[in-house]
């Protein structure tokens, strides 16, 4: 049984930082590309980050470019999302996802697992 679980989620001031964590069992973690979504009250899920198998390739979206960056530990079966300088409108349900393959996507269809999420809160 495939399990992800998300943590580092918090309250934290504009300007601040967070590192989530998210821990995988069940798969073969080292082939699969790594994703993070976010998802606000009253909106849609919004790809986030994504990092493909051995780390070659990352991609963000255009908001959070030079602010959050995604690792992976293959050896420990973790991807990271390190966040700084935090905006209110960061503010989300964070969720990390897993892919069967090996490159990375930008869509939430192209991920086969999905974690129960960890909320992050910037207040202003």
């Known amino acids: 049984q495939v399990q992800l679980v998300e943590s580092g989620g918090g309250l934290v001031q504009a300007g601040g930082s967070l590192r989530l964590s998210c821990a995988a069992s069940?798969?073969?973690?080292?082939?699969?590309?790594m994703g993070w979504f976010r998802q606000a009250p009253g909106k849609e899920r919004e790809f986030v980050a994504a990092?493909?198998?051995?780390?070659?390739?990352?991609y963000y979206i255009d908001s959070v470019k030079g602010r959050f960056t995604i690792s992976r530990d293959n050896a420990e079966n973790t991807v990271f999302l390190q966040m700084n300088s935090l905006k209110p409108e960061d503010t989300a349900v964070y969720l990390c996802?897993?892919?069967?393959?090996?490159?990375?996507?930008?869509?939430?269809?192209?991920?086969?697992?999905w974690g129960q999420g960890t909320q992050v809160t910037v207040s202003s």
């Open positions: 996802a897993a892919s069967r393959s090996r490159d990375l996507g930008y869509s939430a269809r192209q991920y086969d697992f």
């Open positions: 069940g798969l073969t973690f080292s082939t699969c590309a």
């Open positions: 990092i493909n198998w051995n780390s070659a390739s990352t």
